[in-house]
């Protein structure tokens, strides 16, 4: 075998020794790329560079690696494990027979022989070629198959894909041939067309060719029809093994079919006049509609000129625009007069379309037509119905969506108010219950009356929903003349209504907005009305109520803060942090209290201060609260594993401490880390929250401790201070407020105070917590007054729970003793 310079196999010799080396180099150069290597660790590099060798001559006995830790490595590799190795070795036949099971292909011993060295390497060489022929040549034929644009697959005589295409798995919705297999071919062929299909495939497996045409069901359930090649599939001995199945999805061709003839039964069956001219204007074909519309047959017709005519008004430049706007824009339409067989003029619409083939260029003009006076009767029944109520005969609210935005537009103009009325009838629901809807619908019909004449013919009345209306007052002045105007309505509509011989007493509750005071959209004015009505209904019915523009802009302000911490509490931007307590006499950190922060994305971090006045009382506050009580608790349980053994305080609202079903709530958190012993948690309560429902705060309060979680009192002496409740209060720590501690060296009253709060605790048995220490000043007076633990910047700020467990460790050699314990 001769190869090209370029194209030369390449053979890597691996030998230490220069003679070996010199001999096969001398021997092979001639018809082979030769590389050499005098070691293991260079063959192993040489092996994975491009082009890689397409055989390798290595030796056994080589320093440091030798051949067979070379050859185990080459075939532990994806990479080099396809290229042959000839050992080249004086080893005895024990080596060959290691050799082997490492994967060589052959051995030659040395001395070198150098014909049968020659002829082997040649006829490795040419099995490579071979080898690399029949693998590009599969690929090439896997590649034609898998890319080919029409199924292909192969079923066996015992009813096994051996084949299926891209194409294939994709009309049988699988993902490879395994899943495929999975279930009976048979399944992926319509119920209809089984017995057909299964017939056909014996024939095959005959020897026969057959073509059929079948709809396949994928696994999903898609639908497809399929045209089929089906051909028998021999093996070398001339047996039948399988069927190959070529097959042309035709799915799309038969819709098209379909959607022809369906044209041609619309072009057939079609009560509109259907006309199709040539470029010229010829025509050149006509539906039955056209002949029944205007009594001309087809061959009356065919080759006249398509008629644009308005026999009304001879005006031949508007017929020269029609055609130039035909040909510009490719369509026009509007209403023409057309003269019929008998001579008669009639009113037609018509719609005619520049056609164009499938290369753009235009081919016909289509024309469709229909007596425009039918039409004009739908318009003015669908106008009805669309703009009135079919009850009362009043506008309804599309109609009102429609006046409304020129009533807005007047008033911008005329520089003065709008006042959109909303009414809803007080005890209609009891009217349609009692006496049945029939007696309501009278009802309705005599109230809309009634209101229609009250306003009189300058403004209108309309009806929004079923006992429902609105009326709209343009021009008023001031609020004070709609008040007069209300009023003066509410006297003319407040009579009884008779129905069926039966009087109604029929009140009804007015929201009002005016614009521009309440300077928003007409859907927005409309709500508005309506939420003033709601208002008017709640304070007690018959009366009206007009919308407070402040009040709701103060209210969206809200609600978009509240939802604003709604997401931040989904998103995960709430935050705990934990200021420590310090007890006075041993100056070690006994508790901790968890204060609640909010990573603002574009704010930073924000105190509690700038973000939970907007969820007071609401359920969002219970929801924070609820959060905070799960993160602390998981905090508490972490520090703990980590003997960080101190006591946790929590900030609980008085909202979210009676609320159903707390004590229920916090017995299965606490549920969930059954190793932390009673006393880890403390709940902290404003003392104003804890007086609010004395008896009901101090029943949860007992249930709590059950619990094993003790309570402070937080901020005392800011709050009532009734020294008669708080003897009765299952409290165990009172904080006194910050505000005294901050003015205690300078202010003798507040010194006083927290004087006599220290022994007032002390003479109950409470602990203190001084809040607001920042000064070693302060901390001395309260050390001296017998205070028991102190809170505060001179301690440490509020920080993260890393922050804090990093400070704790770094803390004073009393904290020690409590990790240790």
């Given at each position: 075998?001769?190869?090209?310079?370029?194209?030369?196999?390449?053979?890597?010799?691996?030998?230490?020794?220069?003679?070996?080396?010199?001999?096969?180099?001398?021997?092979?150069?001639?018809?082979?790329?030769?590389?050499?290597a005098?070691n293991?660790?260079?063959?192993?590099?040489?092996?994975?560079?491009?082009?890689?060798?397409?055989?390798?001559?290595?030796d056994?006995?080589?320093?440091?690696?030798?051949?067979?830790?070379?050859?185990?490595?080459?075939?532990?590799?994806?990479?080099?494990?396809?290229?042959?190795v000839?050992?080249?070795?004086?080893?005895?036949?024990?080596s060959?027979?290691?050799?082997?099971?490492?994967?060589?292909?052959?051995?030659?011993?040395?001395?070198?022989?150098?014909?049968?060295?020659?002829?082997?390497?040649?006829?490795?060489?040419?099995?490579?070629?071979s080898?690399?022929?029949?693998?590009?040549?599969?690929?090439?034929?896997?590649?034609?198959?898998?890319?080919?644009?029409?199924?292909?697959?192969?079923?066996?005589t015992?009813?096994?894909?051996?084949?299926?295409n891209?194409?294939?798995?994709?009309?049988?919705?699988c993902?490879?041939?395994?899943?495929?297999?999975?279930?009976?071919?048979?399944?992926f062929?319509?119920?209809?067309?089984?017995?057909?299909y299964?017939?056909?495939?014996?024939e095959?497996?005959?020897?026969?060719?057959?073509d059929?045409q079948?709809?396949?069901v994928?696994m999903?359930?898609?639908?497809?029809?399929?045209?089929?090649?089906?051909?028998?599939?021999?093996?070398?001995?001339?047996?039948?093994?399988?069927?190959?199945?070529?097959?042309?999805?035709?799915?799309?061709s038969?819709?098209?079919?379909?959607?022809?003839?369906?044209?041609?039964?619309?072009?057939?069956?079609?009560?509109?006049?259907?006309?199709?001219?040539?470029?010229?204007?010829?025509?050149?074909?006509?539906?039955?509609?056209?002949?029944?519309?205007?009594?001309?047959?087809?061959?009356?017709?065919?080759?006249?000129?398509?008629a644009?005519?308005?026999?009304?008004?001879?005006?031949?430049?508007?017929?020269?625009?029609?055609?130039?706007?035909?040909?510009e824009?490719?369509?026009?339409?509007?209403?023409?007069?057309?003269?019929?067989?008998?001579?008669?003029?009639?009113?037609?619409?018509?719609?005619?379309?520049?056609i164009?083939?499938?290369?753009?260029?235009?081919?016909?003009y289509?024309?469709?037509?229909?007596?425009?006076?039918?039409?004009?009767?739908?318009?003015?029944?669908?106008?009805?119905i669309?703009?009135?109520?079919?009850?009362?005969?009043?506008?309804?609210?599309?109609?009102?969506?429609?006046?409304?935005?020129q009533a807005?537009a007047?008033?911008?103009?005329?520089?003065?108010?709008?006042?959109?009325c909303?009414?809803?009838l007080?005890?209609?629901?009891?009217?349609n219950?009692?006496?049945?809807?029939?007696?309501?619908?009278?009802?309705?019909?005599?109230?809309?009356?009634?209101i229609?004449?009250?306003?009189?013919?300058?403004?209108?009345?309309?009806?929004?929903?079923?006992?429902?209306f609105?009326?709209?007052?343009?021009?008023?002045?001031?609020?004070?003349?709609?008040?007069?105007?209300?009023?003066?309505?509410?006297a003319?509509?407040?009579?009884?209504?008779?129905?069926?011989?039966?009087?109604?007493?029929?009140t009804?509750?007015?929201?009002?907005?005016?614009?521009?005071?309440?300077?928003?959209?007409?859907?927005?004015?409309?709500?508005?009305?309506?939420q003033?009505?709601?208002?008017?209904?709640?304070?007690?019915?018959?009366?009206?109520?007009?919308?407070?523009?402040?009040?709701?802009?103060?209210?969206?302000?809200?609600?978009?803060?509240?939802?604003?911490?709604?997401?931040?509490?989904?998103?995960?931007?709430?935050?705990?942090?934990?200021?420590?307590?310090?007890?006075?006499?041993s100056?070690?950190?006994?508790?901790?209290?968890?204060?609640?922060?909010?990573r603002?994305?574009?704010?930073?971090?924000?105190?509690?201060?700038?973000?939970?006045?907007?969820?007071?009382?609401?359920?969002?506050?219970?929801?924070?609260?609820?959060?905070?009580?799960?993160?602390?608790?998981?905090?508490?349980?972490?520090?703990?594993?980590?003997?960080?053994?101190?006591?946790?305080?929590?900030?609980?609202?008085?909202?979210?401490?009676?609320?159903?079903?707390?004590?229920?709530?916090?017995?299965?958190?606490?549920?969930?880390?059954?190793?932390?012993?009673?006393g880890?948690?403390?709940?902290?309560?404003?003392?104003?929250?804890a007086?609010?429902?004395?008896?009901?705060?101090?029943?949860?309060?007992?249930?709590?401790?059950?619990?094993?979680?003790?309570?402070?009192?937080?901020?005392?002496?800011?709050?009532?201070s009734?020294?008669?409740?708080?003897?009765k209060?299952?409290?165990?720590?009172?904080?006194?407020?910050q505000?005294?501690?901050?003015?205690?060296?300078?202010?003798?009253?507040?010194?006083?105070i927290?004087?006599?709060?220290?022994?007032l605790?002390?003479?109950?048995?409470?602990?203190?917590?001084?809040?607001?220490?920042?000064?070693?000043?302060?901390?001395?007076?309260?050390?001296?007054?017998?205070?028991?633990?102190?809170?505060?910047?001179?301690?440490?700020?509020?920080?993260?729970?890393?922050?804090?467990?990093?400070?704790?460790?770094?803390?004073?050699?009393?904290?020690?003793?409590?990790?240790?314990?």
């Amino acid at each position: 075998m001769i190869f090209s310079v370029l194209d030369r196999p390449v053979v890597l010799i691996v030998d230490d020794e220069p003679a070996n080396i010199e001999i096969l180099a001398a021997l092979l150069s001639r018809d082979y790329q030769v590389k050499v290597a005098t070691n293991g660790e260079t063959a192993l590099y040489i092996a994975n560079q491009l082009p890689q060798p397409d055989l390798i001559l290595l030796d056994i006995m080589m320093p440091g690696m030798d051949g067979f830790e070379v050859c185990k490595t080459l075939k532990a590799k994806e990479e080099t494990k396809d290229i042959p190795v000839i050992f080249v070795t004086a080893a005895g036949p024990e080596s060959e027979s290691m050799g082997f099971d490492l994967g060589a292909v052959d051995y030659i011993t040395k001395p070198i022989n150098r014909q049968i060295t020659k002829l082997r390497v040649k006829a490795h060489i040419e099995l490579v070629q071979s080898r690399k022929y029949i693998s590009q040549h599969l690929a090439f034929l896997h590649n034609l198959i898998e890319n080919a644009p029409l199924s292909v697959s192969v079923l066996s005589t015992d009813y096994r894909w051996l084949l299926l295409n891209k194409i294939s798995l994709v009309l049988q919705e699988c993902e490879d041939l395994h899943q495929a297999n999975q279930q009976h071919p048979f399944l992926f062929i319509d119920a209809d067309d089984r017995d057909n299909y299964s017939g056909i495939l014996q024939e095959v497996f005959a020897g026969k060719n057959q073509d059929l045409q079948v709809h396949m069901v994928g696994m999903q359930g898609m639908r497809r029809c399929v045209d089929l090649r089906l051909s028998p599939l021999y093996d070398a001995q001339g047996k039948v093994i399988g069927a190959l199945s070529l097959g042309v999805d035709v799915t799309e061709s038969q819709q098209a079919q379909t959607r022809l003839r369906l044209l041609a039964k619309v072009f057939e069956n079609s009560q509109e006049g259907i006309v199709i001219a040539d470029l010229n204007g010829n025509i050149v074909d006509i539906n039955p509609g056209y002949k029944k519309i205007t009594g001309y047959s087809r061959l009356e017709v065919l080759g006249n000129k398509l008629a644009l005519q308005n026999f009304g008004v001879q005006d031949q430049a508007a017929h020269s625009m029609i055609w130039k706007a035909i040909n510009e824009t490719g369509q026009w339409q509007g209403e023409i007069v057309n003269r019929n067989k008998n001579g008669d003029l009639f009113s037609e619409w018509l719609s005619v379309t520049l056609i164009k083939d499938q290369h753009g260029n235009p081919e016909h003009y289509l024309g469709v037509f229909s007596g425009i006076s039918l039409i004009k009767k739908y318009q003015k029944d669908l106008k009805k119905i669309a703009h009135y109520d079919s009850l009362t005969s009043l506008p309804n609210r599309q109609s009102l969506d429609e006046q409304l935005k020129q009533a807005i537009a007047e008033c911008d103009q005329d520089q003065g108010l709008l006042a959109i009325c909303y009414f809803d009838l007080d005890g209609f629901k009891v009217i349609n219950d009692k006496w049945g809807a029939e007696t309501g619908d009278e009802v309705l019909i005599e109230w809309g009356k009634r209101i229609s004449h009250a306003v009189g013919g300058a403004d209108t009345v309309f009806r929004v929903g079923g006992d429902e209306f609105v009326t709209l007052f343009y021009g008023i002045p001031n609020k004070y003349e709609c008040t007069v105007l209300l009023e003066k309505l509410f006297a003319s509509i407040s009579n009884k209504i008779i129905a069926n011989n039966v009087v109604y007493p029929v009140t009804a509750s007015v929201g009002v907005t005016l614009y521009p005071y309440d300077n928003d959209n007409p859907d927005m004015l409309l709500r508005h009305a309506h939420q003033a009505m709601c208002t008017a209904k709640i304070s007690g019915k018959n009366r009206y109520h007009f919308f407070d523009v402040d009040e709701d802009l103060r209210m969206r302000s809200l609600n978009s803060e509240q939802n604003r911490i709604q997401k931040a509490l989904e998103r995960g931007e709430l935050e705990l942090f934990y200021q420590p307590k310090s007890n006075f006499q041993s100056q070690a950190t006994t508790g901790a209290e968890a204060l609640i922060r909010w990573r603002h994305p574009e704010r930073g971090v924000l105190s509690p201060v700038e973000f939970l006045p907007y969820i007071h009382q609401t359920d969002l506050e219970i929801s924070v609260g609820e959060w905070v009580i799960e993160t602390a608790l998981a905090q508490q349980y972490h520090w703990y594993k980590q003997n960080v053994k101190i006591e946790l305080s929590i900030n609980i609202s008085a909202c979210h401490l009676q609320s159903a079903g707390f004590i229920s709530y916090l017995q299965q958190q606490l549920a969930k880390y059954p190793d932390l012993p009673r006393g880890a948690i403390q709940i902290e309560v404003l003392e104003t929250a804890a007086l609010e429902d004395f008896d009901a705060v101090t029943e949860t309060m007992r249930e709590c401790q059950k619990l094993g979680v003790d309570f402070a009192l937080d901020d005392f002496g800011t709050g009532y201070s009734s020294l008669a409740y708080l003897c009765k209060l299952p409290i165990s720590t009172i904080k006194i407020d910050q505000t005294f501690v901050y003015n205690m060296l300078n202010d003798q009253a507040s010194y006083a105070i927290i004087v006599g709060i220290v022994a007032l605790a002390k003479s109950l048995s409470r602990e203190i917590v001084a809040e607001g220490v920042e000064t070693l000043q302060q901390y001395a007076a309260l050390a001296e007054m017998g205070c028991n633990l102190a809170q505060g910047y001179l301690i440490a700020k509020p920080m993260s729970a890393s922050e804090f467990y990093r400070w704790f460790l770094e803390s004073p050699d009393l904290n020690a003793n409590q990790r240790a314990g």
